[in-house]
């Protein structure tokens, strides 16, 4: 068994709705520590980086509306990094199916989440699909001093006379 890290966001509508608590209570059952969280603003550059990968799908746009929370009215999200034994399918399995309808009526976005008029996916939260994807957005995500432990390997750079750690 493999101890990977794994990318949780809970999304602007499960932050709205007042869901977070009801999603870390869910994901808890997985046994898995939190090495890092922070709630963050989510602008269309960053948007962009974390869905590269979809961005010639014609629901893009809404995706992009969906996870900045132009359209629920609520721009924020958190942002987690669990850790642990099989961090990603444990965290997948919690989570449910993309499709709301889809998933299990027991996982979070079977319980939570919806598909909206125009076909898009409504599903709370976002877990990294594979340990590459973890690791990319991670990176992404999070710097190297707002993790709790050393996950990825880092170097030291000097900015403008001060010293800041990066990733490699």
């Known amino acids: 068994m493999a101890n990977e890290a794994t990318l ?34 989510v602008d269309r550059k960053l948007a962009d980086k974390h869905y590269q990968h979809l961005k010639n799908e014609p629901f893009y746009p809404e995706l992009s509306q969906y996870i900045t929370g132009e359209l629920h009215g609520e721009n924020r999200v958190m942002a987690l990094v669990y850790s642990g034994e099989e961090a990603i399918t444990k965290v997948r399995k919690i989570a449910g199916a993309t499709n709301p309808e889809e998933a299990d009526p027991v996982s979070i976005r079977g319980a939570y989440g919806r598909i909206l008029t125009v076909g898009l996916f409504e599903n709370v939260i976002h877990a990294s699909s594979d340990v590459g994807e973890a690791e990319r957005e991670i990176k992404l995500w999070f710097e190297p001093s707002d993790i709790v432990c050393e996950l990825y390997p880092c170097q030291k750079k000097t900015f403008d006379n001060f010293e800041k750690t990066v990733w490699k």
Request: proline share 3%; aromatic share 0%; glycine share 6%.
């Open 8 to 41: 949780v966001i809970v999304k602007p509508d499960g932050l709205k709705k007042s869901l977070t608590g009801n999603i870390l209570t869910r994901l808890a059952e997985a046994k898995l520590k939190i090495i890092a969280a922070k709630v963050i603003a």
